[in-house]
C-alpha cells in the first residue's frame, strides 16, 4: 500500500488528453510539500518529468503539464503519442516518515 | 552529460550482505545530494536512503530498520549502499540517483538524473 495513491492504469488513443491523478493526505501533499513526476519505462533509468509540482526540465515536451490542489496533484498529457506508453510516478516529501513517498504508479496504454 | 552507473548486484542468500556502488560521471559530484531508490519485481519505486553532500546528514525509510548503510566518497566521484541481513523482500532493482539542484542538502529531494540501476535477487 503506497502513502501516494494512483490509478492502476488509464489508457487513451493518439492524440488525446488524459489525466493521471496522485491523491495523499495532510502529512506530504496536504502539507504544501512539492510534488514531482517521473515515467518509466521498464528497464531504464526512470526520468524525470515534472518538478515542484507544475515545472519541467529543459527537454520534456509542453505535451506535459502538472497541477495541485489540497492533498491531491495530477499530470496531464496531451497530444497522446505512442512513445508515451509508460509506467508514471507522483512522489512527494512526507513529514510523518521523514523521506520521500512514491505513488504506485500508473500505466499509461495508447490504443 | 551526467552519468550515473550502478554496480554490485547479484544473487545472494537470504541474511548476506552486498554493496553496491554508483559511479558518477559529468557533474560536479560533491555539490549534489544523492540518493538510492528500489523497484521490486512487480512493484512501485520506494525511496531507500539519501546523503547530503559532505556525507554529514543521512536518511533512511523506516521499514529498513539499520540494515543498510548509505555513504559517499566524494574523491572518487562514488557513492555506496552497504546491505547487510539481507531478506527476500529486499530483491528489487536498485536505482542511484542525483538531486535535480545544486548544492541542495534537505531530504525534501527531487530525483533529477537516474543511473539504470542494478538488480539485487536475495534468494537461497
Known amino acids: 500500500q503506497s502513502v501516494l495513491t494512483q490509478p492502476p492504469s488509464v489508457s487513451g488513443a493518439p492524440g488525446q488528453r488524459v489525466t493521471i491523478s496522485c491523491t495523499g493526505s495532510s502529512s506530504n501533499i496536504g502539507a504544501s510539500y512539492a510534488v514531482h513526476w517521473y515515467q518509466h519505462l521498464p528497464g531504464t533509468a526512470p526520468k524525470l518529468l515534472i518538478y515542484g509540482n507544475n515545472n519541467r526540465p529543459s527537454g520534456v515536451p509542453d505535451r506535459f503539464s502538472g497541477s495541485k490542489s489540497g492533498t491531491s496533484a495530477s499530470l496531464a498529457i496531451t497530444g497522446l503519442q505512442p512513445e508515451d506508453e509508460a509506467d508514471y510516478y507522483c512522489?512527494?516529501?512526507?513529514?510523518?516518515?521523514?523521506?520521500?513517498?512514491f505513488g504506485g504508479g500508473t500505466k499509461l496504454t495508447v490504443l | 552529460e551526467v552519468q550515473l552507473v550502478e554496480s554490485g548486484g547479484g544473487l545472494v542468500k537470504p541474511g548476506g550482505s552486498l554493496r553496491l556502488s554508483c559511479a558518477a560521471s559529468g557533474f560536479t559530484f560533491s555539490s549534489y545530494f544523492l540518493s538510492w531508490v528500489r523497484q521490486a519485481p512487480g512493484k512501485g519505486l520506494e525511496w531507500v536512503s539519501s546523503?547530503?553532500?559532505?556525507?554529514?546528514?543521512?536518511y533512511y525509510a523506516d521499514s529498513l530498520k539499520g540494515r543498510f548503510t548509505i555513504s559517499r566518497e566524494n574523491a572518487k566521484n562514488s557513492l555506496y549502499l552497504q546491505m547487510n541481513s539481507l531478506r527476500a523482500e529486499d530483491t528489487a532493482v536498485y536505482y542511484c540517483?542525483?538531486?535535480?539542484?545544486?548544492?541542495?542538502?534537505?531530504?525534501?529531494?527531487?530525483?533529477?538524473?537516474w543511473g539504470q540501476g542494478t538488480p539485487v535477487i536475495v534468494s537461497s
Open positions: 512522489q512527494s516529501y512526507d513529514s510523518s516518515l521523514s523521506g520521500s513517498v
Open positions: 540517483a542525483r538531486e535535480l539542484r545544486y548544492d541542495w542538502n534537505d531530504v525534501e529531494t527531487v530525483f533529477g538524473y
Open positions: 546523503i547530503s553532500t559532505s556525507g554529514s546528514y543521512i
